[in-house]
């Protein structure tokens, strides 16, 4: 069953460009079988009719707080003690402003106030406009009263201009309600991981690397977060986008990642390796680009510390979770990996060949702990860490 069956979610839109992005937002919710019913600021309706979101919700929409004919089928009020969620995306700053001194000057505004449901709120403005103090204090004043406030996110605006701002895609909406009515076994738990690879220079211009994508374990802060923690990534340089929520931290060589890792050991209860760790850096890096004037060159490498050793070995250890990448007798070496480096859980996948693993969209993998073990079969890597990490999970909270 769908977390969000019969739920009834009050959807508010305030007069922002990114409205068009409520329709499918509706879309959403109403596939994932929640009743939403829509009620629009006029500012709202500049933006996307009443009609489009009307046919998406199945529910003739609310706008006006003195109109005779809507107010005999659901009175307002009734309305605000409908609703088992409010949620406003997206919010305008104005709208914002107006929750936050409490006015109840438009049908919306006042469904809020009556309301006794969790209010969340969607901000989407120009950068500017978030960042003022104004609205900060706003935001700040309504987190104080438990008001929900979810993104916004990073990038590019409608108004050219680029930085936070952006309203959270529904996609990530519809999970942030999924989350809010069924909220996940890690609430309050901080995860630390690490991603990607890493690279040690040899030069200014050139370095040592590997070919790992980042995507498991990006796929894994990403599943931590649906789970309710608090994620830090510690990521190797990557092409992809932080998942929401997530605190990232970029690093480029091994000794980068330790210090960071190192620095936020006593934050953590759950600590996840994810990262491809060059096994060694070059004993010297070179001050000027290597020219290509002998025949031969030869370089001296030295070895970087075991990042996930150190962190099991340490004083007050959190939850340990390590990868191990095997060409062969994956079960027996990953076991072997886990005792050496004193692990909670390893979880070993096959590499070469057509195995999945670096560089693919899909892996599968052998997870051990002490004294049992689970098969997670070939499947795609968001599928996987969601999996992996309800593994981690029920470890985690068994030790506990
Ligand atoms: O020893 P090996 O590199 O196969 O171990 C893999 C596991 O150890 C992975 O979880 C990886 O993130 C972690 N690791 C580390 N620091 C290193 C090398 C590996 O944290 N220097």
């Not at 939403?36 to 709202?44: F, R």
């Not at 004193?342 to 599968?364: W, Y």
């Not at 997870?367 to 073990?373: D, I, P």
Request: glycine letters at 8%.
């Amino acid at each position: 069953m769908s977390a969000l069956e019969n739920k009834r979610v009050l959807l508010g839109i305030t007069g922002g460009i990114a409205a068009y992005k409520a329709a499918e937002l509706v879309r959403l919710l109403v596939q994932a079988k929640a009743q939403v019913q829509v009620v629009m600021t006029p500012a709202a309706a500049n933006f996307i009719t009443p009609l489009t979101m009307q046919a998406l919700s199945g529910r003739s929409v609310r706008q006006e707080m003195f109109d005779t004919e809507q107010e005999a089928v659901m009175g307002h009020i009734d309305l605000a003690r409908w609703a088992d969620l409010i949620l406003v995306a997206p919010a305008s700053a104005d709208f914002i402003s107006r929750l936050a001194v409490g006015m109840a000057n438009d049908l919306l505004a006042t469904l809020c106030l009556a309301t006794t449901a969790p209010i969340a709120l969607a901000p989407a403005m120009n950068r500017e406009m978030w960042q003022n103090q104004a609205t900060q204090q706003n935001v700040t004043v309504l987190s104080q009263r438990e008001v929900e406030i979810w993104g916004p996110a990073d990038g590019e605006q409608a108004c050219g201009e680029v930085g936070p701002g952006r309203m959270l895609e529904p996609m990530q909406l519809l999970r942030q309600v999924s989350d809010h009515f069924s909220p996940g076994v890690l609430q309050g738990v901080q995860v630390l991981l690490t991603a990607g690879p890493t690279q040690e220079p040899i030069d200014p211009v050139r370095y040592v690397g590997n070919r790992s994508s980042g995507r498991m374990g990006y796929a894994l802060a990403s599943a931590f977060i649906q789970q309710g923690a608090t994620v830090t990534l510690i990521s190797g340089p990557v092409s992809l986008d932080t998942p929401v929520g997530v605190q990232r931290v970029d690093v480029e060589t091994a000794l980068e990642m330790e210090r960071e890792v190192i620095a936020r050991l006593d934050q953590c209860d759950i600590f996840v390796a994810c990262a491809a760790v060059a096994d060694y850096r070059c004993e010297e890096v070179a001050g000027q680009k290597i020219k290509k004037s002998q025949d031969r060159l030869e370089m001296s490498m030295v070895r970087n510390p075991d990042i996930l050793q150190q962190v099991a070995s340490a004083a007050s250890a959190p939850f340990t979770v390590g990868f191990a990448a095997e060409t062969e007798r994956l079960a027996e070496l990953a076991e072997a990996k886990r005792n050496a480096k004193g692990v909670d859980m390893i979880a070993a996948n096959l590499v070469g060949g057509d195995q999945g693993g670096f560089g693919s969209a899909e892996n599968a993998l052998t997870v051990l702990w002490e004294g049992g073990g689970a098969d997670l079969p070939m499947m795609d890597k968001k599928r996987l860490a969601q999996d992996l990490v309800e593994l981690i999970a029920k470890k985690y909270h068994e030790k506990d």
